[in-house]
């Protein structure tokens, strides 16, 4: 079983849509969750990160993470065109090693 | 532009060959870290470095190894390659051995 799953789509939407994207995990000692976005061929980009529980918002993303379920959520409002990409989600431990672990990508287009 | 520089962009080179891929993190930040991303396996954790020292192991092959300088730069040394090396390597850099890490464009091996 990985640490981090997360499904890999392709999710495809209209433009406008309100997109959700999911993670789920099995180490309970996660504390920092992230979301980057990867376009094809180039690094990936940080979005938004969160310590422990709790909602974070910025623009038309927020991020949601639920500590007691293992479930970490990235909504995207109004989505746009330009938001097509790959979205992966990471996490990381508060003491020790602090590699991140990745989902695996989930695929996302925005059809205008 | 993140801050991190990988070169080279591209490197295609033949079985049982050595390869340097070279990373230049962000000014300020101590740790790097690299990933390799394949399109079965997503992104994969080799190895972290902090402020000179390894830091955390991940699936690093015993082909593959790494170090940082002073000057903070890393590289990522990989031998004896093989096909199933052909990848996309990406470094990452962060303040400490902490949460916000941002990517390199990363490097595009084939190993023909």
């Known amino acids: 079983q990985k640490e981090v799953e997360q499904d890999p789509g392709p999710l495809s939407v209209p433009e406008g849509a309100i997109v959700s994207l999911n993670c789920t995990y099995s180490?309970?000692?996660?504390?920092?969750f992230m979301w980057y976005r990867q376009y094809s061929r180039k690094g990936p980009e940080l979005l938004m990160y969160?310590?422990?529980?709790g909602n974070k918002e910025d623009g038309r993303f927020t991020a949601q993470v639920d500590k007691s379920s293992k479930y970490i959520s990235l909504f995207i409002r109004d989505s746009q065109p330009s938001d097509s990409a790959t979205y992966l989600c990471?996490?990381?431990?508060?003491?020790?090693?602090?590699?991140?672990?990745f989902g695996q990508g989930t695929r996302l287009t925005i059809n205008p | 532009d993140s801050g991190v520089t990988q070169t080279p962009k591209h490197l295609i080179t033949a079985t049982g060959q050595r390869v340097t891929l070279r990373c230049s993190p962000r000014?300020?930040?101590?740790?790097v870290y690299w990933y390799q991303q394949s399109l079965d396996q997503g992104l994969q954790f080799l190895i972290q470095y902090y402020n000179g020292e390894e830091r955390a192991k991940g699936n690093i092959l015993e082909r593959f190894s790494a170090q940082q300088f002073p000057d903070l730069h890393s590289e990522l040394n990989l031998s004896s390659l093989e096909l199933g090396d052909s990848a996309l390597y990406f470094c990452a850099s962060a303040r400490g051995g902490t949460t916000e890490a941002f990517f390199g464009q990363g490097t595009r091996l084939t190993v023909v």
């Open positions: 180490n309970s000692a996660f504390q920092y």
């Open positions: 000014s300020g930040d101590l740790s």
């Open positions: 990471a996490m990381t431990l508060i003491q020790g090693a602090q590699k991140l672990v």
């Open positions: 969160t310590y422990s529980s």
